[in-house]
């Protein structure tokens, strides 16, 4: 059994900042396994596709969307199993529900969300 469970999303006004996190737990993990897991946060806005924020690859290489490049920095703590996002100089179009993703082997698992809303 894999959990992954979300925090530190809320409301925002622009320019803001928050600092999201994701605690992974269960049997699977140990400090090794998640250190090398691709890991990651996306986002779904309302009426739009859930998009890649930033995530890791194998090993430290990180990714990020375009539009939040500079603003957003991607971390982790392999001895906590956790993974942040902190997001810098919100706007509005940062609104949206925010996922952690993490990937062992050939299965994904998902949190279920913590919402961002920033506002104008």
């Known amino acids: 059994q894999v959990q992954l469970v979300e925090s530190g999303g809320g409301l925002v006004q622009t320019g803001g900042s928050l600092r999201l996190s994701c605690a992974a737990s269960g049997s699977i993990f140990s400090s090794n396994i998640f250190s090398i897991s691709p890991m990651g946060w996306y986002r779904q806005a309302p009426g739009k596709q859930r998009e890649l924020v930033a995530a890791y690859g194998r090993g430290r290489s990180t990714n990020y969307a375009d539009s939040v490049r500079g603003r957003f920095t991607i971390s982790r703590d392999n001895a906590k199993n956790t993974v942040y996002l902190q997001m810098n100089s919100l706007k509005p179009e940062d609104t949206g529900v925010y996922y952690c993703?993490?990937?062992?082997?050939?299965?994904?698992?998902w949190g279920q969300g913590t919402q961002v809303t920033v506002s104008s």
């Open positions: 993703n993490v990937a062992i082997g050939p299965a994904d698992y």
